[in-house]
């Protein structure tokens, strides 16, 4: 596609509800990265994959978070039993391959726990 | 444990101004430099990519600039106008593989028409 695409748009859970998130990378690249941005922060690394191999999940915070790419294209990042403080805005962004290249975003999924 | 810190974090100018934008990090040993800028409720744009070779990169009105041993880097923006108006972050990729991006928090700014 032309960029990264990420849906839904907008998730409001109630807490204790599971969600999933999915993020649709530009077609080729080969790396993909999950990030969490809260209100006034800076994005955050959660986890990261080279095709459909998970080569750093750190950032996770807890084993609630969960996340896929099973075919090395479209990833979705799960999370179980969401808490309030999950509330964030979640994002996704990809690039072709190697650390010397540009990441590109998608808009994100921004996700409210009641 | 990489720190990126940017100041200010709020910024309001008239248009037409140029500008300075400000990010440093605590551990010099990184791989490049990005700036990104992100319109509210929008993911983020890449502005410039600069490897840690490279001691600047410009792209139109925009200029950064990257002093790895005194851990700064610095965005000026020539000539501002309105449509600038985003909040613009800097990120540090630390080590030698594909590790993830470290984030300041941003400067949100305001150009005044």
């Known amino acids: 596609g032309a960029g990264v695409s990420q849906s839904p748009r907008y998730k409001v859970a109630k807490r204790g509800q599971d969600v999933a998130l999915r993020c649709d990378p530009i077609s080729g690249h080969v790396s993909l990265f999950w990030y969490q941005q809260a209100l006034g922060q800076g994005p955050e690394f959660l986890t990261y994959?080279?095709?459909?191999?998970?080569?750093?999940k750190s950032g996770l915070p807890s084993d609630r978070f969960f996340a896929e790419r099973p075919e090395g294209s479209v990833s979705t990042l799960k999370i179980q039993r969401t808490q309030q403080e999950d509330s964030a805005v979640y994002l996704c962004?990809?690039?072709?391959?190697?650390?010397?290249?540009?990441?590109?975003f998608g808009s994100g999924t921004q996700l409210s726990v009641l | 444990k990489q720190e990126v810190t940017q100041i200010p974090a709020a910024l309001s100018v008239p248009e037409g101004e140029n500008l300075v934008l400000n990010c440093s990090f605590t551990?010099?040993?990184?791989?490049?430099l990005q700036w990104f800028r992100q319109d509210p409720g929008k993911g983020l744009t890449s502005l410039l990519l600069i490897q840690s070779s490279q001691r600047e990169q410009t792209s139109g009105r925009l200029n950064a600039s990257l002093d790895k041993s005194s851990g700064r880097s610095t965005l000026y923006i020539a000539a501002s106008q309105p449509g600038d108006s985003a909040t613009y972050l800097c990120a540090v990729r630390i080590g030698w593989g594909n590790t993830p991006l470290v984030f300041g928090k941003g400067t949100r700014l305001s150009v005044i028409a």
């Open positions: 551990d010099s040993a990184i791989y490049n």
């Open positions: 962004a990809s690039s072709f391959q190697g650390v010397r290249e540009k990441l590109f």
């Open positions: 994959f080279q095709n459909e191999a998970q080569l750093d």
